[in-house]
């Protein structure tokens, strides 16, 4: 029965892994692109997640900023999921859903790309705080988790079926470690 499971799950991951390559190939050279482009031009890589995914934005911001593949100096990622009593005082208001948009419309600035990471269950703060993000000048990308990306006004969405929630996770923390990897290799040429 393990073994079973282990063989589904690696079977999930592959299955998403190729969702990634095959389908969305061209969509994440734009945005490391844009990065890149971004990062040349003082502007910085915000990053913001919905539910679990929040933890994965933190994990990016740090491939950016400690490193991945080289050593390298820092690249300007934050991650706007670490403000634990703003959370707390917004929840205790029943403000919860502004937790995104309130940092985004403090800290972004035109020229930075702001990239969510969401599933279907919390779509409409993700989408409040990439709107907002636009409104600024902003490049925009969402990753989400699930099969309804209707409303999407965002320049890269990246929509993949989740099978299971902790596949989810994986996929959100292998994107970040391709895009990661693929900034480093455009900005320092290895």
């Given at each position: 029965?393990?073994?079973?499971?282990?063989?589904?799950?690696?079977e999930?991951?592959?299955?998403?892994?190729?969702?990634?390559?095959?389908?969305?190939?061209?969509?994440?050279?734009?945005?490391?692109?844009?990065?890149?482009?971004?990062?040349?031009?003082?502007?910085?890589?915000?990053?913001?997640?919905?539910?679990?995914?929040?933890?994965?934005?933190?994990?990016?911001?740090?491939?950016?900023?400690?490193?991945?593949?080289?050593?390298?100096?820092?690249?300007?990622?934050?991650?706007?999921?670490?403000?634990?009593?703003?959370?707390?005082?917004?929840?205790?208001?029943?403000?919860?859903?502004?937790?995104?948009?309130?940092?985004?419309?403090?800290?972004?600035?035109?020229?930075?790309?702001?990239?969510?990471?969401?599933?279907?269950?919390?779509?409409?703060?993700?989408?409040?705080?990439?709107?907002?993000?636009?409104?600024?000048?902003?490049?925009?990308?969402?990753?989400?988790?699930?099969?309804?990306?209707?409303?999407?006004?965002?320049?890269?969405?990246?929509?993949?079926?989740?099978?299971?929630?902790?596949?989810?996770?994986?996929?959100?923390?292998?994107?970040?470690?391709?895009?990661?990897?693929?900034v480093e290799?455009?900005?320092?040429?290895?």
């Amino acid at each position: 029965m393990i073994y079973d499971k282990l063989v589904k799950a690696a079977e999930d991951h592959k299955q998403l892994f190729n969702e990634l390559m095959v389908n969305h190939a061209e969509a994440l050279q734009g945005l490391t692109q844009d990065v890149v482009k971004a990062f040349h031009g003082e502007g910085r890589l915000l990053l913001l997640g919905s539910g679990t995914l929040g933890a994965v934005t933190t994990l990016a911001a740090n491939l950016f900023l400690h490193r991945l593949a080289i050593d390298r100096p820092s690249l300007p990622a934050i991650s706007l999921c670490q403000n634990a009593p703003l959370a707390t005082a917004l929840g205790a208001d029943g403000l919860g859903d502004q937790y995104l948009l309130r940092q985004m419309r403090t800290i972004a600035r035109p020229g930075d790309i702001v990239l969510a990471f969401d599933d279907v269950r919390h779509g409409a703060s993700v989408r409040e705080a990439l709107a907002g993000a636009s409104a600024i000048g902003c490049g925009t990308a969402r990753v989400l988790l699930g099969s309804d990306p209707s409303n999407d006004d965002v320049d890269y969405l990246f929509c993949f079926p989740q099978l299971a929630p902790a596949r989810g996770i994986e996929a959100s923390v292998l994107f970040c470690c391709l895009l990661c990897e693929l900034v480093e290799a455009d900005l320092f040429g290895f």
